[in-house]
């Protein structure tokens, strides 16, 4: 299977500051046919389920404010939130749906400084 | 609106079964894979299972493979998840999770998740 690893495991980031959290896979996920990265980032608020920001990597997903973005290639990827709102009190999940069984990074729990 | 809605959750002993349904609503249902996440109490998310709209694609994890069965029904618009033999490691609230159409393997809708504990 694809390991997917996170880090950091958690950072606390002051009101309107930008937050960089970042996935990595033990194998490239960009598919060399499409030229897509099979990469997506949820977020999961305390006591909900996930929900979809990012996939393909860095396609937000519709109704996502565009202070989130995704970066990143092959076994590299970032999710960055460029001014941290209260709200975004989260843990943040990378995942990989290249291989036919699919794998989650650890969680990135992000709070407020 | 579109809506997922999981039932069949509770406690069950060790080597026992349970059935989890999932009721879909606001979207066809036939036209998306569906899938299963869990996630142990204070733990990360675990994918476990995924079926094509048509169920001629089905695969596990291997935490589940040989003792978990998913399956749905078009036409109820329900997805099901057997879950046989199960162990202490199998607590979790499970999560039905609907795939999105174009990006195959993003998780695009998920239900508020059924609560299984797995305790003698």
């Known amino acids: 299977d694809i390991v997917m690893t996170q880090s950091p495991d958690s950072l606390a980031v002051s009101l309107g500051e930008r937050a960089t959290i970042n996935c990595k896979s033990s194998?490239?996920?960009?598919?060399?046919?499409?030229?897509?990265?099979?990469l997506a980032w949820y977020q999961q608020r305390p006591g909900q389920p996930p929900q979809l920001l990012i996939y393909?990597?860095?396609t937000r997903e519709s109704g996502v404010p565009d202070r989130f973005s995704g970066s990143g290639s092959g076994t590299d990827f970032t999710l960055t939130i460029s001014s941290l709102q209260a709200e975004d009190v989260a843990v943040y999940f990378c995942?990989?749906?290249?291989?036919?069984?699919?794998?989650f990074g650890q969680g990135t729990k992000v709070e407020i400084k | 609106q579109v809506q997922l809605v999981e039932s069949g959750g509770g406690l069950v002993q060790p080597g026992g079964s349970l059935r989890l349904s999932c009721g879909a609503s606001?979207?066809?249902?036939?036209?998306?894979?569906m899938s299963w996440v869990r996630q142990a109490p204070g733990k990360g998310l675990e994918w476990i299972s995924y079926i094509s709209g048509s169920d001629n694609y089905i695969y596990y994890a291997d935490s589940v493979k040989g003792r978990y069965t998913i399956s749905r029904d078009n036409a109820e618009n329900s997805l099901y998840l057997q879950m046989n033999s199960l162990r202490a490691e199998d607590t979790a609230v499970y999560y039905c999770?609907?795939?999105?159409?174009?990006?195959?393997?993003?998780?695009?809708?998920w239900g508020q998740g059924t609560m299984v504990t797995v305790s003698s």
């Open positions: 995942q990989q749906y290249y291989d036919t069984r699919w794998t």
């Open positions: 999770v609907r795939v999105d159409h174009d990006a195959l393997g993003a998780l695009d809708i």
């Open positions: 194998q490239s996920v960009l598919y060399s046919s499409n030229n897509k990265n099979y």
């Open positions: 606001g979207f066809t249902f036939s036209d998306h894979y």
């Open positions: 393909w990597a860095s």
